[in-house]
């Protein structure tokens, strides 16, 4: 028998993910509060670099979600409700040595094998369609269909289309359970007490405290840097750039890689704007609010190193934010082990503005009682057994 859709929903976290949830919901006539315990895309989603992209995963679920993911940020853009918040565009993989010559290939080959379109530059090919590149440019797989969208500016879109306003500066402080311990019937904030039928944390690395997951959740920070307008330049990018280099520093290439505890990777987003986006680092240590010399000084020359025209642009601003990640590089998507109607999403790290859309529908319809448009089964929060949620 399928359950009945709710007709009230608690939705913990407001960055893209949450908002997205609580944009699906508000569709389908459900009542939502959504509660964040700073503002609006504060945090991961306020400091993402926008890629919605396939470009550097290996086929499998995350692969399989992005493509739907990427999908569905298109179909939301031709209806209206993303309409000059996503750009398409293409990005191309730079590989600049024998050994990323080498492991390009392979990653190709592996992306075409899932379905992706891809194309490999080299040579006069590449210098014709990517002439504002070095000489270092050894070889080049341009992965069509891709885009990049602004994480606060999709949450406001979500927002404001769902005529839903954010519960700021309210902090959860544990979930209320009935008396068999399987159903939440409210949840304690700094503002007092709030029931619904339905709970659906999204908090990132907030979830962790609420719901017993300090074990799971591990916070990874990057440093990203942003220019000042170029035009000409901009405009002589038919895409993004992501290094070779990039596709170990995420621990893309060989399963069960992990990368190094500082990942120093090179992607560069020519901006609608006229700016550029440069990233990036994954890091397991350090200030996780701040940036250093030495990550922006070692970013800066690779860019110039591979795009010798942006030696000429200045930097505008650096920042740094800190994203959730899953001890096994999967988010947690899904029903919390044990509780009825208390449902978790959360732990993208980088991949939170692609998934965002897709996986607030695909919670959404399994909250519903329907089939969600993406298989959940590989995020399953189950499979690291039953939490200690906070009550």
């Known amino acids: 028998m399928q359950p009945r859709p709710p007709s009230s929903a608690i939705v913990v976290g407001s960055g893209i993910i949450g908002a997205a949830c609580a944009y699906f919901l508000a569709k389908r006539g459900i009542s939502v509060r959504l509660l964040d315990a700073s503002a609006p895309a504060a945090e991961a989603t306020g400091a993402a670099d926008g890629a919605v992209s396939v470009a550097s995963k290996r086929p499998g679920p995350m692969m399989s979600a992005a493509l739907e993911g990427v999908r569905l940020y298109g179909q939301l853009a031709d209806e209206g409700l993303l309409a000059g918040a996503f750009k398409r565009r293409s990005t191309f993989i730079i590989a600049a040595s024998d050994d990323e010559c080498t492991v390009l290939a392979s990653h190709s080959a592996a992306l075409e094998s899932a379905g992706v379109k891809v194309e490999t530059l080299s040579g006069d090919r590449l210098r014709q369609a990517f002439p504002v590149l070095s000489n270092q440019a050894r070889m080049a797989v341009e992965v069509h269909g891709e885009g990049h ?33 399987q159903r939440v019937t409210g949840i304690d ?6 029931a619904a039928d339905v709970f659906l944390v999204a908090a990132g690395s907030g979830s962790a405290s609420l719901l017993g997951l300090s074990q799971v959740l591990t916070p990874r920070k990057g440093q990203l840097l942003v220019t000042e307008r170029a ?7 038919p895409g993004a750039i992501m290094s070779g280099r990039y596709l170990l520093s995420k621990g893309s290439q060989k ?6 505890p500082r990942g120093l990777g090179l992607v560069i987003d020519p901006l609608v704007t006229g700016q550029f986006l440069i990233g990036g680092t994954r890091e397991d240590f350090g200030d996780r609010r701040t940036n250093d010399i030495e990550a922006v000084s070692r970013i800066l020359c690779d860019a110039v190193e591979l795009v010798p025209g942006l030696a000429s642009v200045r930097l505008l601003r650096s920042f740094a934010g800190v994203r959730t990640a899953v001890i096994d590089g999967l988010p947690l998507v899904g029903r919390v082990p044990g509780l009825e109607n208390a449902f978790v999403a959360t732990g993208f790290e980088g991949d939170g503005i692609c998934l965002g859309p897709i996986t607030g529908q695909s919670i959404v319809q399994l909250i519903c009682g329907e089939k969600p448009s993406i298989d959940l089964s590989f995020f399953d929060p189950a499979r690291f057994g039953s939490y200690g949620a906070a009550a």
């Not at 500016?153 to 005529?163: D, K």
């Not at 904030?189 to 709030?194: A, E």
């Not at 399963?255 to 190094?260: D, K, L, Q």
Request: no cysteine; proline share 6%.
């Open 189 to 194: 904030t700094n503002r007092g007490r709030l």
């Open 149 to 181: 969208a602004i994480g606060y500016q999709i949450v406001h879109r979500l927002l404001t289309a769902s005529g839903i306003t954010v519960d700021r500066d309210t902090r959860v402080e544990g979930l209320r359970l009935d008396r068999s311990g």
């Open 255 to 260: 399963a069960g890689y992990s990368p190094p």
């Open 231 to 237: 035009p000409a330049l901009n405009a002589a990018m």
